[in-house]
């Protein structure tokens, strides 16, 4: 079946370093989103990317999906405390937009 | 207030009982879906449904049954039957529509411990 693995599993940064997490797909996908999950909250989505190549900012925030839509990253730059949380991207199933694949996640913490 | 709810937020019961939880949402979506996230894992897929009266089976649906009577209902029961179901359980909702993608709101989830 689909699966969405993400490195690393975890990142510890100093505030003010940046941050990648890197999202890898089995199969091609026709889009991806990217949530981001606080400690002891719920996922909330961030953003999706549907074109080949797409690159989108929020802030500091930059996503990118692959040439090839079986990949996407997301990178921050000067991370701040604000940013600590998992981060998951999410792919379509197979066949059907209303389901999707969720990746292992990258758990970014922040110090000061 | 648009939104979904979860009830309650932490959970206990003993091992062999049967324990439903509960989500409702205002959003008028079409599809609802219900996940499991283990400590430091990501969110797996037990069950979702796209209309009333029909669901179908997540990747991780062995016992677990659900119920879509209502467009604002989607109730999970973990029977015992489930081996290992102490765990994080989040609830989502989406809308249905010929876009190419559906964002998922999520639920604040129950944190079901069984002793």
């Known amino acids: 079946g689909q699966q969405v693995m993400q490195i690393p599993q975890y990142q510890h940064v100093q505030e003010g370093e940046d941050f990648t997490t890197y999202c890898n797909s089995s199969t091609t996908l026709s889009n991806i989103q990217w949530y981001k999950q606080r400690p002891g909250g719920h996922p909330v989505f961030l953003i999706q990317?549907?074109?080949?190549?797409e690159v989108k900012k929020q802030k500091r925030l930059t996503f990118q999906f692959g040439e090839a839509k079986k990949n996407s990253s997301l990178h921050i730059t000067a991370t701040q405390t604000t940013d600590v949380g998992t981060y998951f991207c999410?792919?379509?199933?197979?066949?059907?937009?209303?389901?999707?694949?969720f990746g292992t996640g990258t758990r970014l913490q922040v110090t000061l | 207030d648009g939104g979904i709810t979860q009830s309650p937020k932490y959970l206990f019961r003993k091992e062999g009982q049967n324990v439903t939880l509960s989500c409702e949402q205002n959003?008028?979506?079409?599809?609802m879906y219900w996940y499991r996230q283990d400590p430091g894992q990501g969110l797996r897929l037990i069950y979702y449904s796209q209309i009333v009266n029909d669901f179908q089976k997540g990747d991780i649906a062995e016992g677990y049954s659900v119920s879509r009577e209502k467009k604002e209902s989607f109730p999970l029961t973990v029977t015992s039957a489930q081996k290992n179901p102490t765990a994080f359980y989040l609830c989502?909702?989406?809308?249905?529509?010929?876009?190419?993608?559906?964002?998922?709101?999520f639920g604040p989830g129950t944190r079901l411990t069984v002793l």
């Open positions: 999410a792919g379509p199933g197979a066949g059907t937009a209303s389901k999707l694949t």
């Open positions: 990317l549907v074109k080949s190549g």
């Open positions: 989502a909702s989406s809308t249905l529509t010929s876009r190419a993608f559906n964002e998922q709101f």
């Open positions: 959003l008028n979506h079409d599809a």
